[in-house]
């Protein structure tokens, strides 16, 4: 039985009381949501803290899917499960879906959250790419107030976010735009539930003419961040969707990112994938975008 | 008797036969199975007794270093610890080594220098598992870290460093050296063949990766001088010899107990160093000891499988006439010899590499080397290396038909062993018992639609879509003895059975050999049911403890069945002749005069006047007369050698997709129709072929035990290390055929490890049929889509 290193546990019962316990224990501390990244890496002892704040009982004020005129709010504890489940926001954003039906499995879906999958800031982490791809913004509070950043500031390299020691994710942002639009997300994994071999997101916004307004690419599992490609945005941007278009997409995306070779795959296989996925996502957002 | 409720899909027949049969062989729902789904079954880990300890152990984080000093002082120091304990310990008390199951020696705790990483360095006793797991954090080991050899290829290289320095004299890496077959023969065979197809072929280093890890408890009373142990082990017997040996306890004084088994697959036939540490623990705190690894140690240290590289050469003549098949195969046995396999067999059962084909000769050479991996070798679902000898020669024979451009189905039924060429004495030595191979290929591909398969695949071909259709036909070797050929340790390969029949004609039957899933609580019961009559409800199947069964060799390489399932029905038939004297003088006829059915004896040609086994076993132990000069009760017991291994065999179809962008592969289809002689229990049957076959789809798409170039690890995890879910297979559609085994008392052959070795060759000839576009003939497992999209490439590389 792999058991962790001894620590302290407190149940929080409001964010407020959170950060409150948070300014208090500092880097000593941990916030504990679904925990499916967390406690295995705590079982092996690759992470040893002295405190576990679990913010389980925050579901009630941070579990929620808001959707609005021009933006959907997320609730940072909201469950893979109720991502999935979501008819209204697969509506709007047909890559959560996408995304969630490859996440894991049932169990940690049941558990996992959005702002811990976010705030575990793993390169292979699908939720980090769909929110890229959707330019989504994240929410942080800490004692002083709240701010908002992008996920580009968000992401501060592997398992590094902006998110301060005594700071709380507690909401993601994804602005809902006018006109026609898609997105699809795609994963290439070994198996069921392991971790992404690559896994790319694209959402696409059509104006009135049926030409690209805006065009986004996330990709995961390629390099140190998930972060957008803003070449692939400027490329397609104006142009009429198309087989061309896509492949110009991809051929972008293999030689933006920045694979690794290891036991899930070569780093050339992982560029190839990297093109290959971005055409496919784009292609079925142009799809659904149309439709 | 309890019957399944009818799936739809499965036909009507084999149910009427079952419900014409209270007693006997067919569908039967495992006796076991109302224990085990309750989470009623009693596991290692739920074994708790007063004063129990809890033991963890600190394990080396380099593959080979010599260990300078080991400072415990304040492991000693830290809240509930009792003992800890190091390989300078063990050394006093002649424990530090212990001799592996192939006649080499491993170290119990590593004293002078660690060999692989997670090899056993020190252990820690405290009173729960988190205190013992918190002092291991506080030793202090100061390493002198050494190169280690890592790559196989290299290990007997003259400037290879030398890993086995504890052996006197030793100065490089060599294990051994093993050859079968007729080298002079197969070179001249080779020499006028018109074609000859070489390639080189490797079967990684994969886990079997039981679902329960390994571990013990250990009670050593110090007032009685006994050990009990309760432990993780498919063979109870034979591993308390081996603790009479190791630790110098009598062995009427050791009591090992194998409660249920959570997946064995061979993980539990060695004796790993944890089993000593929990008994030299119990022995020096006086109290019971529990240990329990976890799932990284138990990936990382205990026996893998396995970790062949061969050289594959067939020769045939132009039309597809197979003439000789010889192979060269490197052997990478990790830092200890613990190959689990018979001792005349150092490569266990490879030798039947020649598979189900008619050959002229056949010649294997084999080197078997040391490298800083953890050791084993073990039968993992392979019946010894059986596996790696049905890879070989189903993806040679593949390789042949690509080269020869013919259906690689033909090539196979042109070159089968006929019928009535069986007992089949192969170019290896190996003596087929019977088979009949072509009606079960013929089977296979109308099952799969073989014709219809090919023409899809060439319309699919025609626009650009990747389909594969692969085939393997195997025959294994299992069953092991006979006792003369075959030991383990000087131990006879041979195995006991009990049998009382109670005087209300319930019955309780012992068995030396141990279930870790296999359902041998069901099927030994519906083989003395078939014998005596006696429904399978009423008889209690005991196994796994030592001091309440006969001695033998315990459950692997898929002898139960073949091995303890013939002294099953011969015990019972020991006990019917009995009871059939004892028949003759209640209904007063002479024995001559006494019609048996099923159940009861009667009258001949008064079938009126009978006598069931009940009444019998009544009088056997009542107070009526015997006839003279027998003993009261009705009972028996033997220990069956068998005469010979069982052959089953096997066809198995494959259907894949592959994804042309991603070079994913899909497993769509897979038809296996299985030959195990008489079947006893279908649906038993068919729980093993699906286990075997999701093995097998593990194997060839994704399992692999790797390292990197300092000897770490990479599948420490079932997140590094995966096995496949439900998701990856299809539904499973299985056929059979019944060619009964001539020497087994009911003509049954093993069958629980034919579908992992049938399948991985299946699968890979599968894929690589959906490559050939490309011009692909071979590709090396595991078959990520990583490694697919290489081989699509031309650049198919080894994975070691």
Known sequence: MQVPAPFEYERATSVDQAIGLLERLGSSARLVAGGHSLLPMMKLRLANFEYLIDINDLHGELGYIRLGADEVRIGAMTRHRELLESDALAQVFPVFRDAEKVIADPIVRNRGTLGGSLCQADPSEDLSAVCTTLDASCVIRGANGERVVSMEEFHVGPYETAVADNEILTEIRIPVKSGKSGSAYAKVERRAGDWAVVSAGAAIWLDDKGHIHDARVGLAAVGPNTTGIPEISAALRGHEPDESLFELAGAIAARSCDPSTDTRGSAEYKRHLADELTRRTLRKAVERARS | ?800
């Open chain 2, 1 to 800: 008797m309890t019957t399944v409720q009818e799936p739809s899909q499965v036909k009507l027949t084999e149910f009427e036969d079952n419900d014409q049969k209270p007693v006997g062989f067919g569908r039967m729902l495992r006796k076991e199975d109302a224990r085990l789904l309750r989470g009623r079954g009693r596991f290692v880990d739920d074994v708790q007794l007063p004063g129990m300890l809890h033991l963890a152990i600190l394990r080396s984080p380099f593959a080979h270093a010599n260990i300078v000093s080991i400072d415990t002082s304040a492991a000693e120091a830290s809240p509930g610890v009792k003992a800890v304990v190091t390989g300078e310990t063990l050394k006093g008390l002649g424990l530090a080594w212990m001799p592996t199951l192939s006649n080499d020696v491993q170290a119990v705790l590593a004293t002078d220098k660690v060999r692989f990483q997670g090899q056993e360095v020190a252990f820690v006793v405290a009173e729960d598992r988190y205190q013992a797991r918190d002092a291991l954090e506080l030793i202090d080991v100061e390493y002198d870290v050494l190169d280690p050899v890592i790559d196989v290829r290299r290990a007997l290289e003259p400037d290879a460093p030398i890993i086995r320095t504890d052996l006197e004299g030793k100065n490089d890496n060599h294990v051994f050296d093993w050859e079968t077959g007729d080298e002079e023969e197969t070179n001249r065979v080779f020499a006028e063949a018109d074609v000859i197809v070489k390639e080189d072929i490797v079967y990684p280093r994969v886990h079997p990766a039981p679902m329960e890890t390994c571990g013990s408890v250990a009670d050593f009373d110090p007032v009685e001088g006994k050990l009990r142990l309760w432990s993780t082990t498919q063979a109870p017997h034979a591993h308390r010899t081996l603790y009479a040996i190791v630790a110098g306890i009598p062995e009427h004084k050791i009591q090992v107990i194998a409660p249920d088994i959570g997946g064995g697959f061979g993980n539990k036939v060695p004796i790993y160093p944890g089993y000593v540490h929990s008994i030299v623990g119990s022995i020096v705190t006086g109290k019971p000891v529990k240990w329990m690894e976890d799932r990284s140690e138990n990936l990382i240290s205990t026996g893998f499988a396995r970790d062949y590289i061969m050289r594959a050469e067939i020769a045939a003549t132009r039309e597809g006439k197979i003439l000789a098949i010889r192979t060269n195969v490197l052997a990478d046995h990790g830092a200890f010899n613990g190959t689990a396999a018979p001792v005349k067999y150092p490569a266990g059962f490879f030798g039947v590499f020649t598979g189900s084909y008619d050959l002229q000769a056949a010649h294997c050479k084999m080197t078997a080397v040391y490298t800083n991996k953890a050791p084993g070798g073990v039968a993992y679902a392979c019946s010894f290396r059986i596996t790696e000898a049905v890879y070989l020669v189903e993806r040679i024979v593949d390789v042949l038909a690509y080269e020869l451009q013919m259906d690689p189905a033909e090539l196979r039924l042109k070159n089968f062993i006929q019928k009535d060429q069986f007992p089949y004495t192969t170019k290896t030595g190996w003596v087929y018992d019977s088979g009949d191979y072509e009606p079960t290929m013929r089977l296979a591909m109308e099952m799969a639609g073989y014709d219809e398969l090919r023409k899809e695949q060439a319309e699919k071909r025609a626009r650009g879509e990747l389909m594969g259709i692969g085939i393997s036909f195997f025959t294994e070797a299992v069953g092991a003895g006979p006792r003369k050929d075959m030991d383990i340790l000087g131990l006879g390969m041979a195995d006991g059975c009990e049998l009382r029949v109670h005087p209300t004609g319930k019955a309780v039957v012992r068995l030396s050999v141990k279930t870790q899933g296999q359902g041998h609580e069901t099927t030994f019961a519906q083989i003395i049911a078939e014998e005596l009559g006696i429904p399978p409800a009423d008889i209690d199947v005991v196994h796994g403890d030592t001091d309440n069964t006969p001695f033998g060799l315990g459950t692997y390489g898929s002898r139960s069945t073949p091995v303890s399932g013939a002294a099953a029905a011969l015990v019972a038939r020991k006990v019917r002749d009995k009871a059939k004297l004892i028949a003759s003088a209640m209904l007063e006829v002479s024995v001559a005069d006494i019609d048996w059915v099923k159940g009861s004896f009667s009258v001949k040609g008064d079938p009126g006047k009978s006598v069931t086994i009940q009444d019998i076993a009544m009088r056997a132990h009542g107070a009526g007369d015997l006839p003279d000069g027998m003993e009261g009760g009705l009972e028996a017991q033997i220990c069956y050698n068998p005469s010979n291994l069982t052959y089953p065999h096997g066809a198995y179809i494959c259907v894949v997709d592959v994804d042309p962008g991603t070079a994913e592969v899909k497993v769509r289809r897979f038809i296996a129709v299985d030959d195990c002689g008489t079947r006893i229990n279908p649906m038993i049957i068919e729980g093993q072929v699906h286990g075997g076959l999701t093995d097998g789809v593990g194997m060839a798409l994704m399992e692999m035990i790797s390292f990197d170039e300092d000897g770490n690890c990479l599948g420490a995890s079932l997140m590094d290390y995966l096995i496949p879910t439900a998701l990856e297979v299809p539904d499973w559609e299985t056929g059979y055929t019944v060619t009964p085994s001539p020497h087994h008392p009911i003509g049954a052959k093993g069958v629980g490890e034919s579908a992992t070795v049938g399948s991985p060759p299946a699968i890979v000839n599968a894929v690589v049929d959906a490559l050939k576009p490309y011009g692909i003939r071979h590709a090396d497992m595991p078959l990520t889509p990583s490694r697919v999209w290489d081989a699509m490439r031309g650049q198919a590389t080894p994975p070691i």
